[in-house]
């Protein structure tokens, strides 16, 4: 293996490794500048271990965005290279899973809206065989957890053997506080049922709004959460998706400047 591609798949083992481990970026990739500039701001934060990015965006209505498509992968190659960050996004495809791969992408996230079809994530499980990348897990929408550990079991039995799961809430009709309500006891369930993942909580996802991101996260690193997945943008307002629960890079490390984190994360 050439020099570069074993220090940047070594950059990768010690991001996954990292507690907490903090992934951030923006919901989805809209343009090179808006990727690459919030990479580089969420790096000059010294808070963050690897950058994500939606390429492909599941959205529940049709005529809304739905991500930039492949041509945005080489956007997350250079945001790699100017900062080091390793990358991931989210695959709901076999075709999704190359595509990403063939871009370098380090690791890959099956997203709330996939984990609640078997097919897709045998598709995408099937897609891993005999691929070296870490996989992480979105909760169902649906708070089901034997469906949330099929697609652990599916992902596991095509030979990952990097997988941890991401707590994103789950859907229900009507208003609530949240947009997904945390059920914090199913995710701490999940967390004991499978003690050797690691588990990251999305408090954007479950929070859908600014004004409670922070105790949401707050109280996953309370839960013994081993990090955090939040999006951030530098235009948070004018984002292509999920406008209301995204966050500047600069506040997003004022909000991890202010958790109190557990001893050993210190
Ligand atoms: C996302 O992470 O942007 C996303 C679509 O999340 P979820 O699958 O949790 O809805
Ligand atoms: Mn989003």
Redesign the pocket.
Known sequence: MQAAAQSAKQAVQDAWAKRPLIISGP?SAETEEQLVSTAQRLAATGKVNMLRA?IW??RTKPGMFEGIGAKGLPWLQKAKELTGLPTAV?VATAKQVQDALTFDVDVLWI???TTVNPFSVQEVADALRGVDVPVLI?NPINPDLELWSGAVERVARAGVKQIGLIH?GFSSYGNSEYRNAPMWHLAIEMKRRNLELPIIN?PS?ICGRRDILFSTAQKAIDLDFDGLMI?SHIDPDNAWS?AKQQVTPERLKEMLDEIIWRKEDI
Do not use: S
Request: glycine share 14%; with cysteine.
């Open positions: 919901c939606g965006k599941p989210e997203g709330a809206r979105k994103r999305d996802h999006e999920d």
